[in-house]
RNA sequence: GCGGAUGUGGUGGAAUUGGUAGACACGCACGCUUGAGGGGCGUGUGGCUUUGCUGUGCGAGUUCGAGUCUCGCCAUCCGCACCA
């Protein structure tokens, strides 16, 4: 490693001194400052922020790493940049912390931040750390209640009984996600219950349908996560349609299959439709009440996943179709959902696959309304529902008319027969639900609300924001949130009218906080308002976001909603809050699995050449997964920081893989990009001690080698320019800086201008990818600024054109060879050279040229007869 | 079951969008440098029965020409899943 040592010439490269040295002189400098010149262009690029666990991992270097690229390729190019960084501070983990090694959990959020903060300052990123928000800050989330008041002002915040999950042994209320495939809860291991609790609710529901259709303006995004936002919104169109029971109560149903309403036979409620009881008959109760006792045991998770057997009972009642006035019998059945639609369907076996397992197995009629084209079948006969295409028959006025759910087919003509005779109308469904933000936990943003026994729910007044947190709190990770047992704060006057009445004790979820978040950034530090509307529009929408896919539906989504609220309460002017979005990879490494044991085992105790277990001898499979510490397969990296530097890290991170794909981690390529940043500054110094002040001004005429070298120069500035600006293809780009530096080092011009242009280029395309090898690179060429403030290079096109061409000759198609031709030919010229060449005619001798196809520039290929 | 993505050397990955497949690296081999190791430098590296043939998951097709376009399969990964 110290051969440029022996050579006297030039000093070591030594990553962490010049690491250390730049990033202090930067933030000294205040470089990285959001600049507040609006007559340039802005650029917003921004990373998701991370939860502050403490410790720096991989997957966070990589995103910063991207996010970092863009943005030091946008303030070169002449853009404004806004790149900030912040915590997304609240959550269980603080608490559970408290609980279990008693540290109050914000000390111990607050101890994180600062560990992870000084990680992230070693990697060369550049924050602007004057910007920086911590949601669990009062400063900050004074501002989340004031966006709650907003959406309670807006009515779309409210409170609802909702079964929820139920943790027996915590004595605490689970989110969905916190509960695995098998329905027990991931902390204390006891089995979910079903539980009512009154619960507070966002109305995100009443924006289904513009954050659906809102996805058209979102080109930026990758497709897949529009389309798991669109699963996840889950519109159906089709129709709600009125049956009436025989008692006389209405019971709406949602279908979207409104033309085979003449072949419902049989009505099914979910088995906690709120018309159940009223509906059995004193014959059906004791059936129907252990239905539903069994039912109501089950988790959501449970009684979704036996797919295959149906079940149910009869409710003893009737009702009547609409459509044709036929009594119908009322079932309950654990397969139809109280959370979708109306939690009752009507029910059609003939042409809907679940209900008609459902009437083989309850022997219920079977009515056929679709009939297949050149295919008579009969409800008796199927032996599957018929879900396709067809005629309309024994469906009254629709008999005849083709089924579908186009123009002038089936289901356009029964909404309409429906409208026009008042038994339903046209209407759309959303597998989306309202969002269920309360939580019972401490570390969480108050929900900012007074509950009075007079007034009922009142919010708190504006001035009386932060509802702050209170700190003699008592974690023993039982019973209900630890705020509801604090008399002191639960008890306050009612604002409204001055009567005792208590605090709401829930808080909210912490994806409200990271909901708006990028909002803020524009405004970080206004302490009157949540934020400065006129900075607010001139900043956003985000050019440029940088995450996991992990968060592809929920933060992506709440953070779409938010946006759209705060619009509509005039607070900003977009519509979507990220324009561009990119989900990188996974960092995945080598991991050693058992398969006899299932147990991993650590790569340090494996060789890799022939992998075995070292206890018992077994060989191991071996295959790259996500780093994490169960697998033993993680690398720290401050290992890797010590040891090479941040810009090894970065180049290493950006070469391996395209940034959407996974990253495999290895040893040996970090060893190479060591090796390649070693290569340039070997260039770089050495051309800096032979030629000091190098002047770059081009001689009126080159020479054949200065023309090459000039060409490959502004190669590089075309290729790079354009991997970074399109689809991010870092990957090539680093190969193209790799490229220059290998032309550079073959040239034989080393005194020419050409040479000195050469050089700086390298040092400044490489610039935001090794920001401070760069700098440093930069500053032995003689120069006072900072590269990062010198400009991207200008591409000039002329020196990109050849004086020669390889042109390829082919025979039918294949290649026999190249021949070298002068570029300015033309096709005919091009095809003399072609025919002339030794390769042609090896081949074309004795037979007869059929056609010849020229390819300007590129190929001459001979048809033989 | 429904929807989506991906499939290229020993490995990670390129390919101007129909025009020399394997750029750039990693690894490996050989050579030079070095007391040795490391490092550095140089050369080579898809396969094969090597004047040539063959090769981008498999099989057809379009074309002068296909990794790229069309049709049909296979495999892997991801999301959703009794959604009426």
Same mark, same amino acid.
């Given at each position: 490693?110290?051969?440029?040592?022996?050579?006297?010439?030039?000093?070591?490269?030594?990553?962490?001194?010049?690491?250390?040295?730049?990033?202090?002189?930067?933030?000294?400098?205040?470089?990285?400052?959001?600049?507040?010149?609006?007559?340039?262009?802005?650029?917003?690029?921004?990373?998701?922020?991370?939860?502050?666990?403490?410790?720096?991992?991989?997957?966070?270097?990589?995103?910063?790493?991207?996010?970092?690229?863009?943005?030091?390729?946008?303030?070169?190019?002449?853009?404004?940049?806004?790149?900030?960084?912040?915590?997304?501070?609240?959550?269980?983990?603080?608490?559970?912390?408290?609980?279990?090694?008693?540290?109050?959990?914000?000390?111990?959020?607050?101890?994180?931040?600062?560990?992870?903060?000084?990680?992230?300052?070693?990697?060369?990123?550049?924050?602007?750390?004057?910007?920086?928000?911590?949601?669990?800050?009062?400063?900050?989330?004074?501002?989340?209640?004031?966006?709650?008041?907003?959406?309670?002002?807006?009515?779309?915040?409210?409170?609802?009984?909702?079964?929820?999950?139920?943790?027996?042994?915590?004595?605490?209320?689970?989110?969905?996600?916190?509960?695995?495939?098998?329905?027990?809860?991931?902390?204390?291991?006891?089995?979910?219950?079903?539980?009512?609790?009154?619960?507070?609710?966002?109305?995100?529901?009443?924006?289904?349908?513009?954050?659906?259709?809102?996805?058209?303006?979102?080109?930026?995004?990758?497709?897949?996560?529009?389309?798991?936002?669109?699963?996840?919104?889950?519109?159906?169109?089709?129709?709600?349609?009125?049956?009436?029971?025989?008692?006389?109560?209405?019971?709406?149903?949602?279908?979207?299959?409104?033309?085979?309403?003449?072949?419902?036979?049989?009505?099914?409620?979910?088995?906690?439709?709120?018309?159940?009881?009223?509906?059995?008959?004193?014959?059906?109760?004791?059936?129907?009440?252990?239905?539903?006792?069994?039912?109501?045991?089950?988790?959501?998770?449970?009684?979704?996943?036996?797919?295959?057997?149906?079940?149910? *009972?009869?409710?003893? &009642?009737?009702? !009547?179709? +609409? =459509?044709? #006035?036929? %009594?119908? @019998?009322?079932?309950?059945?654990?397969? $139809?959902?109280?959370?979708?639609?109306?939690?009752?369907?009507?029910?059609?076996?003939?042409?809907?696959?679940?209900?008609?397992?459902?009437?083989?197995?309850?022997?219920?009629?079977?009515?056929?309304?679709?009939?297949?084209?050149?295919?008579?079948?009969?409800?008796?006969?199927?032996?599957?529902?018929?879900?396709?295409?067809?005629?309309?028959?024994?469906?009254?006025?629709?008999?005849?008319?083709?089924?579908?759910?186009?123009?002038?087919?089936?289901?356009?003509?029964?909404?309409?027969?429906?409208?026009?005779?008042?038994?339903?109308?046209?209407?759309?469904?959303?597998?989306?639900?309202?969002?269920?933000?309360?939580?019972?936990?401490?570390?969480?943003?108050?929900?900012?609300? *007074?509950?009075?026994? &007079?007034?009922? !729910?009142? +919010? =708190?007044? #504006?001035? %009386?924001? @932060?509802?702050?947190?209170?700190?003699? $709190?008592?974690?023993?990770?039982?019973?209900?949130?630890?705020?509801?047992?604090?008399?002191?704060?639960?008890?306050?006057?009612?604002?409204?009218?001055?009567?005792?009445?208590?605090?709401?004790?829930?808080?909210?979820?912490?994806?409200?906080?990271?909901?708006?978040?990028?909002?803020?950034?524009?405004?970080?530090?206004?302490?009157?308002?949540?934020?400065?509307?006129?900075?607010?529009?001139?900043?956003?929408?985000?050019?440029?976001?940088?995450?996991?896919?992990?968060?592809?539906?929920?933060?992506?989504?709440?953070?779409?909603?938010?946006?759209?609220?705060?619009?509509?309460?005039?607070?900003?002017?977009?519509?979507?809050?990220?324009?561009?979005?990119?989900?990188?990879?996974? *960092?995945?490494?080598?991991?050693?699995?058992?398969?006899?044991?299932?147990?991993?085992?650590? @790569?340090?105790?494996?060789?890799?050449?022939?992998?075995?277990?070292?206890?018992?001898?077994?060989?191991?499979?071996?295959?790259?997964?996500?780093?994490?510490?169960?697998?033993?397969?993680?690398?720290?990296?401050?290992?890797?920081?010590?040891?090479?530097?941040?810009?090894?890290?970065?180049?290493?991170?950006?070469?391996?893989?395209?940034?959407?794909?996974?990253?495999?981690?290895?040893?040996?390529?970090?060893?190479?990009?060591?090796?390649?940043?070693?290569?340039?500054?070997?260039?770089?110094?050495?051309?800096?001690?032979?030629?000091?002040?190098?002047?770059?001004?081009?001689?009126?005429?080159?020479?054949?080698?200065?023309?090459?070298?000039?060409?490959?120069?502004?190669?590089?500035?075309?290729?790079?320019?354009?991997?970074?600006?399109?689809?991010?293809?870092?990957?090539?780009?680093?190969?193209?800086?790799?490229?220059?530096?290998?032309?550079?080092?073959?040239?034989?011009?080393?005194?020419?201008?050409?040479?000195?242009?050469?050089?700086?280029?390298?040092?400044?395309?490489?610039?935001?990818?090794?920001?401070?090898?760069?700098?440093?690179?930069?500053?032995?060429?003689?120069?006072?600024?900072?590269?990062?403030?010198?400009?991207?290079?200008?591409?000039?096109?002329?020196?990109?054109?050849?004086?020669?061409?390889?042109?390829?000759?082919?025979?039918?198609?294949?290649?026999?060879?190249?021949?070298?031709?002068?570029?300015?030919?033309?096709?005919?010229?091009?095809?003399?050279?072609?025919?002339?060449?030794?390769?042609?005619?090896?081949?074309?001798?004795?037979?007869?040229?059929?056609?010849?196809?020229?390819?300007?520039?590129?190929?001459?290929?001979?048809?033989?007869?």
């Amino acid at each position: 490693m110290d051969s440029v040592n022996r050579s006297g010439a030039v000093s070591k490269y030594s990553p962490t001194e010049i690491e250390a040295k730049w990033q202090q002189t930067w933030a000294d400098q205040g470089l990285d400052t959001t600049p507040e010149d609006t007559t340039k262009p802005k650029f917003y690029a921004l990373s998701m922020f991370p939860y502050p666990s403490g410790n720096l991992h991989m997957g966070h270097v990589r995103n910063y790493t991207i996010t970092d690229v863009v943005a030091r390729v946008r303030r070169m190019q002449g853009y404004r940049v806004l790149h900030p960084m912040g915590w997304d501070a609240f959550g269980l983990p603080a608490e559970n912390a408290a609980i279990d090694r008693g540290i109050h959990p914000a000390k111990w959020t607050y101890q994180n931040i600062d560990q992870m903060r000084a990680q992230l300052q070693k990697l060369g990123l550049s924050y602007d750390w004057n910007r920086e928000v911590a949601t669990c800050s009062p400063d900050y989330y004074k501002w989340t209640q004031w966006s709650f008041l907003q959406f309670l002002e807006a009515g779309l915040a409210y409170q609802k009984e909702s079964a929820v999950n139920w943790d027996p042994i915590d004595q605490t209320v689970l989110a969905n996600e916190q509960v695995d495939s098998a329905g027990k809860s991931w902390r204390s291991g006891a089995k979910v219950e079903r539980k009512l609790l009154r619960q507070w609710f966002l109305k995100i529901t009443d924006y289904a349908d513009e954050l659906l259709s809102d996805l058209d303006q979102l080109p930026g995004w990758p497709e897949r996560v529009r389309l798991m936002q669109e699963n996840w919104i889950g519109k159906s169109t089709g129709a709600q349609v009125v049956f009436q029971t025989e008692s006389g109560d209405e019971l709406p149903v949602f279908t979207t299959r409104p033309d085979t309403l003449w072949g419902a036979t049989f009505m099914v409620l979910s088995p906690e439709h709120p018309l159940v009881e009223k509906l059995t008959t004193a014959d059906q109760a004791e059936a129907v009440k252990t239905y539903q006792t069994a039912a109501a045991a089950k988790s959501d998770i449970d009684r979704t996943d036996d797919t295959k057997e149906k079940t149910g *009972v009869w409710t003893g &009642s009737f009702a !009547i179709n +609409p =459509v044709n #006035d036929e %009594q119908i @019998p009322i079932w309950i059945a654990d397969y $139809v959902l109280m959370g979708y639609g109306t939690g009752a369907i009507m029910a059609v076996p003939a042409h809907d696959q679940r209900d008609f397992e459902f009437a083989r197995k309850f022997s219920l009629a079977i009515k056929l309304v679709v009939q297949p084209e050149g295919d008579a079948r009969s409800g008796d006969t199927l032996t599957e529902a018929w879900p396709g295409d067809g005629v309309m028959v024994n469906s009254g006025p629709l008999d005849g008319i083709p089924a579908g759910k186009g123009d002038g087919q089936s289901v356009a003509a029964a909404i309409q027969w429906l409208e026009t005779n008042g038994k339903g109308k046209g209407e759309a469904n959303y597998r989306l639900r309202d969002w269920l933000i309360s939580r019972q936990r401490y570390w969480g943003v108050p929900i900012p609300v *007074v509950h009075c026994p &007079s007034c009922g !729910i009142v +919010p =708190v007044p #504006d001035d %009386q924001l @932060p509802v702050t947190l209170p700190e003699d $709190v008592e974690f023993s990770g039982r019973g209900a949130s630890p705020l509801a047992k604090l008399d002191h704060w639960v008890n306050v006057p009612c604002p409204s009218c001055g009567e005792p009445a208590k605090r709401e004790t829930d808080t909210m979820d912490t994806f409200i906080d990271s909901s708006w978040y990028f909002l803020r950034y524009a405004d970080a530090n206004n302490e009157g308002a949540i934020f400065d509307s006129a900075k607010v529009n001139d900043w956003l929408p985000v050019d440029q976001y940088v995450g996991g896919i992990e968060h592809a539906i929920l933060h992506l989504l709440y953070s779409r909603f938010f946006t759209k609220v705060l619009r509509d309460r005039g607070l900003i002017n977009i519509d979507e809050p990220f324009k561009r979005l990119l989900t990188q990879g996974m *960092v995945q490494a080598i991991t050693y699995k058992n398969p006899q044991t299932g147990k991993y085992i650590p @790569p340090a105790e494996v060789n890799p050449d022939d992998p075995k277990d070292p206890s018992t001898g077994d060989p191991l499979e071996v295959f790259y997964e996500k780093m994490s510490k169960s697998k033993y397969n993680g690398v720290d990296p401050k290992d890797v920081l010590q040891k090479y530097g941040a810009d090894t890290a970065r180049m290493f991170i950006l070469f391996k893989a395209p940034p959407e794909k996974d990253l495999e981690w290895d040893d040996a390529d970090v060893e190479g990009q060591y090796r390649f940043l070693n290569r340039v500054w070997r260039l770089v110094s050495e051309f800096a001690t032979a030629h000091p002040n190098a002047a770059t001004a081009l001689p009126p005429e080159l020479s054949k080698a200065e023309k090459d070298l000039r060409r490959a120069i502004h190669t590089a500035i075309k290729e790079v320019s354009e991997d970074i600006e399109g689809d991010y293809q870092f990957n090539t780009a680093v190969s193209e800086l790799m490229k220059l530096s290998n032309a550079l080092s073959d040239a034989k011009c080393a005194d020419s201008p050409v040479y000195a242009e050469g050089i700086e280029t390298l040092v400044k395309l490489l610039a935001p990818f090794a920001p401070h090898i760069a700098e440093e690179l930069w500053r032995q060429l003689g120069h006072q600024e900072s590269v990062h403030q010198s400009g991207w290079p200008q591409l000039d096109t002329a020196a990109l054109v050849a004086d020669e061409i390889t042109l390829v000759i082919q025979i039918m198609g294949k290649t026999r060879g190249t021949i070298q031709v002068p570029a300015s030919a033309d096709k005919a010229a091009l095809e003399q050279y072609a025919r002339e060449s030794e390769a042609a005619q090896r081949y074309i001798e004795g037979k007869t040229i059929r056609k010849v196809i020229v390819v300007p520039k590129k190929l001459v290929n001979f048809v033989l007869g």
